[in-house]
């Protein structure tokens, strides 16, 4: 037999494992090299050509521009000087090292360039399993990572495989994303900033109107304005904070435009009424914007929760559901003691991990990745939850932002094709990665010696 029938043989009977659930996608690497004596590093190309076939199957979409590397693979070289092993990327040709230009000696060790590798040059793209998802949002999704070398990506399989076996993601997902700029006005006395107060209400209807006809582009409308006072070494400063509803899109680059236009109309006013103040400036500060706070106001709400009840965790998940809870208690006070507002653990690699793979604005997701996590015992049941309150909402590739085919293509085999379809996989990905990673812990197989 031929070396190319004979791949395609081991191809089809692997992917016909996958299919049947025998065969786990992170150790595709390992069956090719015992079972069919494929050897490395051959075998780490023949594993993510598996990995796409299968996907290409189960999702019916085709891989065009998430290709797989030449090399797909890295290898471990020593430099001896500085006594360093350095993994490289096998088409990297810069064979020194970086520390102290010496040139490294290659020790024929090998690797995956990430786990469960698929595709991708620059970025390293993972498949991370499939999820079930139904409240909100009833679907599967397929998910894929750009994550880095550690374990992740496996975490997030098995964390889905586990919550599908128990019926999936319980979603919530709010039907408007939103956006939000604010005006900051200092006045040099009450009087003028009252003054100055009446005078915006009575105004701001119109203002709205023309707010949101400058945001009909992404269907975009002005849902509250807050009032804020705030004193500070004599002066009196107001905050007139403007709220945007976008059903499908990030619409940022259209409220700020908006409140652009609140800004100027209303110092017109002001001045035509004789109210005096000594600034007026669009103030970032407060609206949030690109802040990890539990108040910022920017993205959409999302969130994902499992209920287990004690039996079935037990027998199904093989801990007991007490200790579960006491490990979450225990993990949740010390993220307090450091000062914490909130608890989060794997999300803050997980929604990056996500944004990296479908390639969609924002470029650093620092608000997105703002996460909470919950655990509470409802009658005979375990309920753990994730909380995602400012998911960012845009994936259509606008003037709010190009992406590129590769991204495109990660978000039809995704099977996102809707924002609200987003935060529900990204909080149903970061619910698998946590619930996986509090079992393991819990169950003391991970981090020992």
Same mark, same amino acid.
């Given at each position: 037999m031929s070396n190319q029938k004979?791949?395609?043989?081991?191809?089809?009977?692997?992917?016909?494992? @996958?299919?049947?659930g025998n065969l786990p996608p992170w150790k595709l690497e390992n069956e090719l090299l015992s079972k069919y004596g494929v050897n490395e590093p051959e075998n780490f190309r023949t594993a993510a050509i598996c990995r796409q076939r299968f996907i290409e199957e189960k999702t019916g979409e085709k891989f065009k521009y998430i290709t797989i590397s030449e090399k797909p693979f890295k290898i471990n070289y020593l430099c001896r000087k500085d006594k360093f092993i350095w993994a490289l990327d096998a088409r990297d040709s810069?064979?020194?090292?970086s520390l102290c230009g010496s040139k490294v000696e290659a020790l024929d060790q090998y690797g995956p360039l990430v786990e469960n590798y698929i595709g991708g040059s620059e970025n390293y793209y993972s498949y991370a399993g499939r999820i079930k998802v139904k409240g909100d949002i009833e679907k599967e999704f397929t998910n894929l990572l750009v994550y880095g070398t550690g374990l992740g990506p496996?975490?997030?399989?098995?964390?889905?495989?586990?919550?599908?076996?128990?019926?999936?993601a319980i979603v919530r997902?709010?039907?408007?994303?939103?956006?939000?700029?604010?005006?900051?006005?200092?006045?040099?006395?009450?009087?003028?900033?009252?003054?100055?107060?009446?005078?915006?209400?009575?105004?701001?209807?119109?203002?709205? &109107?023309?707010?949101?006809k400058k945001m009909v582009e992404f269907s975009g409308k002005v849902s509250t304005v807050e009032f804020k006072r705030v004193e500070s070494q004599g002066d009196f400063i107001l905050y007139v904070d403007y709220t945007a509803d976008f059903k499908n899109f990030r619409g940022? +680059?259209?409220?700020?435009?908006?409140?652009?236009?609140?800004?100027?109309?209303?110092?017109?006013?002001?001045?035509?009424?004789?109210?005096?103040?000594?600034?007026?400036?669009i103030a970032q500060g407060y609206d949030g914007d690109l802040k990890p706070s539990p108040q910022n106001k920017r993205g959409r709400y999302a969130s994902a929760e499992i209920r287990v009840?004690?039996?079935?965790?037990?027998?199904? @998940?093989?801990?007991?559901?007490?200790?579960?809870?006491?490990f979450?208690?225990?993990?949740?006070? +010390?993220?307090?003691?450091?000062?914490?507002?909130?608890?989060?653990?794997?999300?803050?690699?997980?929604?990056?991990?996500?944004?990296?793979? &479908?390639?969609?604005?924002?470029?650093?997701?620092?608000?997105?990745?703002?996460?909470?996590?919950?655990?509470?015992?409802?009658n005979n049941d375990v309920v753990y939850r994730v909380e995602l309150p400012n998911i960012e909402v845009g994936i259509a590739s606008s003037r709010e932002g190009l992406i590129p085919p590769g991204?495109?293509?990660?978000?039809?085999?995704m099977g996102v094709n809707t924002a609200r379809e987003f935060a529900a996989a990204v909080a149903a990905q970061v619910l698998a990665g946590e619930f996986n990673l509090a079992l393991e812990i819990s169950r003391e197989k991970l981090y020992s010696s």
């Amino acid at each position: 037999m031929s070396n190319q029938k004979k791949e395609h043989r081991v191809i089809r009977e692997c992917i016909k494992e @996958l299919r049947a659930g025998n065969l786990p996608p992170w150790k595709l690497e390992n069956e090719l090299l015992s079972k069919y004596g494929v050897n490395e590093p051959e075998n780490f190309r023949t594993a993510a050509i598996c990995r796409q076939r299968f996907i290409e199957e189960k999702t019916g979409e085709k891989f065009k521009y998430i290709t797989i590397s030449e090399k797909p693979f890295k290898i471990n070289y020593l430099c001896r000087k500085d006594k360093f092993i350095w993994a490289l990327d096998a088409r990297d040709s810069f064979l020194k090292c970086s520390l102290c230009g010496s040139k490294v000696e290659a020790l024929d060790q090998y690797g995956p360039l990430v786990e469960n590798y698929i595709g991708g040059s620059e970025n390293y793209y993972s498949y991370a399993g499939r999820i079930k998802v139904k409240g909100d949002i009833e679907k599967e999704f397929t998910n894929l990572l750009v994550y880095g070398t550690g374990l992740g990506p496996i975490g997030v399989t098995r964390g889905c495989f586990k919550i599908n076996k128990l019926g999936g993601a319980i979603v919530r997902v709010s039907e408007y994303g939103r956006a939000a700029r604010c005006n900051g006005y200092i006045f040099k006395s009450e009087k003028w900033r009252s003054q100055a107060i009446d005078l915006i209400k009575t105004i701001l209807p119109r203002i709205k &109107v023309e707010m949101n006809k400058k945001m009909v582009e992404f269907s975009g409308k002005v849902s509250t304005v807050e009032f804020k006072r705030v004193e500070s070494q004599g002066d009196f400063i107001l905050y007139v904070d403007y709220t945007a509803d976008f059903k499908n899109f990030r619409g940022h +680059g259209d409220i700020s435009k908006a409140v652009g236009y609140a800004k100027k109309e209303i110092e017109i006013q002001l001045r035509k009424a004789g109210i005096e103040y000594e600034l007026s400036v669009i103030a970032q500060g407060y609206d949030g914007d690109l802040k990890p706070s539990p108040q910022n106001k920017r993205g959409r709400y999302a969130s994902a929760e499992i209920r287990v009840s004690r039996t079935v965790f037990k027998r199904l @998940l093989k801990v007991d559901p007490q200790k579960f809870i006491s490990f979450i208690k225990i993990d949740k006070i +010390g993220a307090q003691e450091l000062g914490c507002q909130f608890y989060s653990g794997m999300g803050g690699e997980i929604i990056p991990a996500i944004y990296r793979a &479908v390639q969609v604005n924002p470029r650093s997701p620092l608000v997105s990745s703002f996460q909470n996590i919950y655990i509470e015992t409802e009658n005979n049941d375990v309920v753990y939850r994730v909380e995602l309150p400012n998911i960012e909402v845009g994936i259509a590739s606008s003037r709010e932002g190009l992406i590129p085919p590769g991204g495109r293509e990660a978000l039809r085999i995704m099977g996102v094709n809707t924002a609200r379809e987003f935060a529900a996989a990204v909080a149903a990905q970061v619910l698998a990665g946590e619930f996986n990673l509090a079992l393991e812990i819990s169950r003391e197989k991970l981090y020992s010696s």
